[in-house]
Structures are given as structure tokens and as C-alpha cells.
């Protein structure tokens, strides 16, 4: 599988003013007792409406604030091509249905799940996702840089992250999160295990390690990990299933390395489940799937403010997903916003 080489451009960037938050959240005491209450917005970004390639779901949202506007990487599925990663920025979230979409151009092929963030060591920001690259070749971690995050043309064209696969050869939504020696990546296998490998900040996107089993439980996809502003923790949220709805579960560590905590890790006390999240207006979902919480910077080492989390998600009512096949499920993106 070929690799793509790529030059490192230094640019300064500019001062980032802190992005708005909301006011309130379950602050750090939710983070020792894993008690979490959510409030449900109206779902915010629909499928484009493209004739040419009728779209049917976005998923998988990845989201950083910079230079003053929100910028939001998701997979869409459509009919002629299944999965693509699409752009979209907006300065507040008021705004969404504003915003113009973009089909990345950086992949002609299958690709999905994207993550985003900006690497401060080589000063570029890069972007995490899956893709075939070679037909017949299977699925890989894949990954595109720019110096302009702003531009949905400007990103390269994939490289393999790292072919070590798991034992089991399974892996699925691929995370990249940094301490201050390492990058770490996370996945899942989608058998109820997470797994990790990593590499020195020097050798980053290379040098990974053969992957570690990092966390066994009743756990499925979508494995997010962050860092917990002023905690010197760091939170993982996955995704699990519960019947055919998704929900989400929460562990906490003290390093990256682990071990990983139990916080909010079943049913009956998740992290977002219809069980902790009231709709503020018309209700539009029953599960809480495939999401990224809302950062207080944007770089590698993905912060989070404890006292004010935000979710992104996809969701979808019971009532949309019936009698449909996965793939043909239409999910539509929305925000949790944490309450007392």
C-alpha cells in the first residue's frame, strides 16, 4: 500500500479566542460520581440535498473552534458513493443551516469517521480517518494534513497511519490523542474491546507500536478519549448498544496508558442514554451514537472544559430507523448540552 510523503510547512497561527460555551454543566463532581443529566436540542445539521447523489444520513461528526467559527468533518452516506467525509463551518450554531458543504476531494474512494485536530509540534492540522486505499486491500487508519483548516480543498491525499493490525485483524473509528511525549492511538474491534498503540511525538504519524488491549466491557464503537481541563485525567467515551439504539458510556484514567476506570458504564447509569437526556423542544431521537464533545482548544492534546460539556452527536427516532437496513438509517446531527 502506497505511503504519501509529505513536507512540513512551519505558519503562525493566530491567537484563538475561547470559544462560547453553555452556561452550566454537571461541573467535576459528575466526574467523580458519573451521574450525568443531558438537555436535547433540535437536531441541527440535516443530510445536504444533492440530486446528483441523493444523501441520506450524516454521522460521525468531529468539531474544533478556530479563528472564530466551528469547523465540522462528518461522514455522509448516499446512494451513488456510501461513505464520504463532508466539511461544513459556521460561526455559531444558530447558523448551521447557513453554512455551505463541501465533499472533501482529498479521497476519491471510501472513507469515513473523521477525527480533527492541530498538530503544534509541525504545525499542521491533520485529519484521522478510515478508508480503503487499494481495492481488495481491506480497511486502514488513514490520515490528510493542511496548514489551512478552513480550506476543504487544501488537504493531502491519505497515508496509511499504520498497517499493525489487532489480534483478530478487527479495527474501527480510529482516535488520535497526545500527551506530552506521546500520541496515542485508540479503536475498537467492535467484540467489546478497546485497544491502544502509540508512538513518540517525533516519529508521529509513524513508528505506531503493535496494538494493546486497553479496555474489555459491554462496549461496541466510536471510542473518543480526551483530556480533562485542570484534572490531569482523561475521560474515554464509547459507544455501546442497547437493542437497536445506541448510547454512550464513560471511563476515566489518570494516564493514556491507563488503566481505565469505570464512571457511567451500563445501562442503567450511562454517560447519554434516553435514561439522562430531556428534549428541550419536539423529540427527535432515541439513541445517542457517534459523537465528539465540544473542546476547549484544538490541538493534539483535546481538552476538555469538565464544567461546561457538549456533545455532538448523530441521532435518529425509533420511528425513522424501522424496517431500515443499517446503512439506510437517516441520522441528523444535534448537541447535549450537560445540566445540573
Known sequence: MPLVSLMFVAVTLPAEAPATQPVGGPG?????????????????IAPADRPADPCHAIKDPSIVRFDGRWHVFCTIRSRTRTHQ??????????????????????HDGFFCAPQVFYFTPQKRWYLIYQAVLEQGAGMFPAFSTT??????????????????KPEGGRWIDFWV???RRRAYLFFTSLDGRMWRAQTDLGQFPRGWSKPELALRGDIFEAAHVYSLKGMKQYLAVI???????????????????????????SRRKPFASPLNVIDSGEHWTDSISHGELLRAGHDEHLEVDPNHLTFLFQGVSDKDRVGKPYGDIPWRLGLLEAIP
Open 85 to 106: 467525509i463532508e466539511y461544513l463551518s459556521f460561526p455559531d450554531f444558530d447558523q448551521t443551516a447557513r453554512a455551505r458543504r463541501h465533499v472533501l476531494t482529498c
Open 177 to 179: 490523542i497526545c500527551d
Open 147 to 164: 496548514t489551512d483548516v478552513s480550506d476543504p480543498g487544501s488537504w493531502s491525499r491519505p497515508a496509511v497511519l499504520t498497517d499493525r
Open 28 to 44: 467535576r463532581e459528575a466526574l467523580w460520581s458519573g451521574t450525568f443529566r443531558w438537555r436535547c436540542g433540535p437536531p441541527l
Open 239 to 265: 459507544e455501546a448498544q442497547d437493542g437497536g439504539r445506541r448510547y454512550y458510556k464513560a471511563y476515566l484514567a489518570d494516564a493514556l496508558e491507563g488503566p481505565w476506570r469505570p464512571l457511567a458504564d
